[in-house]
């Protein structure tokens, strides 16, 4: 019982954030830093991130993480780097040889794309991974990295498409209706999908939590990428958007990353209607 209660109001943790500013750094960041020591990283100047003291500037193309975690030296480090993939396998290099070295934890934010050379079924944790994409096997060859580390000292945290209202992808959608231009949907596409506000809660879980291994932190439920997004377009307003529709396959195909053995309490799991019910509407 006390190493619950330990875990639960462990606010003595540092957490760094690597791709603070991003979409999903910045709202991890937003979610963490009122409960724990939490520093983010930032690339292109920007005031907000330059007045806040709790945020670094560090290029991953030319600058060294190492440094940077000599100096922070934090408990838990989160990767949502984006950007140059030989950087991005240099800089998870650097950092798995930091951890291999120190008491730090490594979250890394994956991919539902790990495993896209797979498309007749969904994908659970313990699945080999295999992909057809570049950024697929990005996200796989840093994962074997932190394969390689105790499991005490890692977590894979493999992710679905991501939307809500600041998200690139519903600001996509909002620039194509406004220059009337055609909004790719594809049919026999299945997945599942999420949002920031539950993906930054599901991370705020683990780490009080201090949980390890494999998570897939998606929507337990499987919806067509078309039915979904004519539905968050729904949502958003009344537009007469223009479609087109892109069939890669005749077949129907998966890319959907689905609990089997690390499922999260049931007030973290989420639907994807309520995706589109709560969190699309500005």
Same mark, same amino acid.
């Given at each position: 019982?006390?190493?619950?209660?330990?875990?639960?109001?462990?606010?003595?943790?540092?957490?760094?954030?690597?791709?603070?500013?991003?979409?999903?750094?910045?709202?991890?960041?937003?979610?963490?830093?009122?409960?724990?020591?939490?520093?983010?990283?930032?690339?292109?100047?920007?005031?907000?991130?330059?007045?806040?003291?709790?945020?670094?500037?560090?290029?991953?193309?030319?600058?060294?993480?190492?440094?940077? /975690?000599?100096?922070?030296?934090?408990?838990?480090?989160?990767?949502? /780097?984006?950007?140059?993939?030989?950087?991005?396998?240099?800089?998870?290099?650097?950092? +798995?040889?930091?951890?291999?070295?120190?008491?730090? =934890?490594?979250?890394?934010?994956?991919?539902?794309? +790990?495993?896209?050379?797979?498309? !007749?079924?969904?994908?659970?944790?313990?699945?080999?991974?295999?992909?057809?994409?570049?950024?697929?096997?990005? @996200?796989?060859?840093?994962?074997?990295?932190?394969?390689?580390?105790?499991?005490?000292?890692?977590?894979?945290?493999?992710?679905?498409?991501?939307?809500?209202?600041?998200?690139?992808?519903?600001?996509?959608?909002?620039?194509?209706?406004?220059?009337?231009?055609?909004?790719?949907?594809?049919?026999?596409?299945?997945?599942?999908?999420?949002?920031?506000?539950?993906?930054?809660?599901?991370?705020?879980?683990?780490?009080?939590?201090?949980?390890?291994?494999?998570?897939?932190?998606?929507?337990?439920?499987? +919806?067509?990428?078309?039915?979904?997004?004519?539905?968050? /377009?729904?949502?958003?307003?009344?537009?007469?958007?223009?479609? =087109?529709?892109?069939?890669?396959?005749?077949?129907?195909?998966?890319?959907?990353?689905?609990? !089997?053995?690390?499922?999260?309490?049931?007030?973290?799991?989420? @639907?994807?209607?309520?995706?589109?019910?709560?969190?699309? /509407?500005?």
């Amino acid at each position: 019982m006390g190493s619950k209660k330990k875990a639960l109001n462990d606010g003595g943790k540092k957490i760094l954030i690597l791709g603070g500013s991003g979409f999903l750094g910045n709202a991890i960041y937003k979610e963490l830093c009122s409960y724990f020591d939490t520093y983010g990283t930032y690339c292109a100047a920007r005031r907000s991130f330059e007045k806040n003291k709790q945020f670094f500037k560090y290029d991953m193309r030319t600058d060294d993480v190492f440094s940077l /975690l000599e100096k922070i030296k934090p408990d838990v480090i989160i990767s949502a /780097l984006r950007g140059d993939f030989a950087a991005q396998i240099q800089a998870h290099q650097h950092i +798995v040889e930091y951890i291999s070295k120190t008491a730090s =934890k490594l979250y890394f934010i994956s991919s539902a794309n +790990v495993f896209d050379a797979y498309s !007749k079924y969904p994908s659970y944790e313990h699945d080999k991974t295999l992909s057809e994409s570049i950024y697929g096997r990005l @996200k796989i060859k840093i994962e074997n990295m932190l394969l390689r580390l105790p499991k005490e000292s890692m977590g894979i945290l493999r992710v679905p498409m991501v939307f809500g209202n600041g998200s690139p992808r519903i600001k996509q959608i909002k620039q194509f209706i406004l220059a009337n231009e055609p909004i790719e949907v594809f049919p026999n596409l299945i997945l599942n999908v999420t949002n920031d506000d539950k993906l930054t809660q599901q991370i705020h879980y683990l780490i009080n939590h201090n949980k390890s291994g494999i998570f897939h932190l998606g929507s337990s439920d499987l +919806v067509h990428h078309e039915d979904f997004i004519k539905e968050v /377009l729904e949502r958003i307003g009344n537009f007469n958007p223009i479609y =087109k529709r892109v069939f890669t396959t005749n077949e129907e195909r998966y890319l959907a990353v689905l609990p !089997k053995v690390n499922k999260l309490p049931k007030n973290l799991q989420i @639907k994807y209607q309520e995706i589109i019910d709560h969190h699309i /509407l500005s």
